[in-house]
């Protein structure tokens, strides 16, 4: 039995990831965690910078992140003071 040959396949352009480091990454240090801050606040980006914060202060995963809405860490015209987020068990890969 014989198996017919397939055209080849190319792709129209190259991977977004070509070239790139894939996988886990290292912790990032305070000296990062700090400078990150930094430029945050020196660019006066308060909404990435309170992101930032909560991420590195929660150390929740992104998708629990992402998932987070307004309402739940601001209320009657506050931010909240305290807030609790349950982390999503979903498995991450590892």
Known sequence: MTIA????????RPAWN???VV???????????????????????????AMFNLAIDSKLCGCDLV??????????????ERASIIQSKTQRPV
Not at 5 to 12: E, G, M, R, S, V
Not at 67 to 80: H, N, P
């Open 23 to 49: 996988g886990q990454k290292c912790p990032l240090m305070p000296k990062h965690v700090w400078a990150i801050r930094v430029r945050l606040e020196i660019a006066e980006n308060h909404r990435d910078l």
């Open 18 to 20: 070509k070239g790139r």
């Open 67 to 80: 998932r987070l809405k307004v309402a739940d860490i601001y209320a009657s015209g506050q931010v909240k």
């Open 5 to 12: 040959n397939l055209p080849a396949i190319h792709a129209c």
